[in-house]
């Protein structure tokens, strides 16, 4: 029996940003949401995403280093989302080797 992990995803490339640079979800990978935009996906064991989302939204801080790295991360991980697509990669050949 496999146990589902449990993950949470979001499109906003600033709040994935907030979310990998203060580290309390560990990052997962990005999946293309099918509206031409990609998906950033943590593990959230304990199901903290939302409250994160709301610290987000009501101005927590962040060390800029940490922003400025992770901004850099994310859009590496969004190019190789795009290549694999150009190159014709279908989404279960991403999904059984995500990029990370």
Do not use: C
Request: without cysteine.
């Amino acid at each position: 029996m496999t146990t589902i992990k449990p993950e949470f995803a979001t499109k906003s490339l600033q709040l994935g940003i907030y979310l990998h640079a203060n580290g309390q979800l560990p990052f997962l990978r990005t999946e293309p949401s099918g509206d031409g935009k990609v998906m950033f996906i943590f593990r959230d064991d304990g199901g903290q995403g939302q409250q994160f989302q709301l610290e987000y939204s009501r101005g927590a801080v962040v060390a800029a280093r940490n922003l400025f790295a992770s901004q850099t991360f994310l859009r590496q991980q969004i190019s190789g989302i795009s290549e694999n697509l150009k190159n014709g990669d279908s989404l279960d050949d991403r999904t059984r080797h995500p990029r990370i």
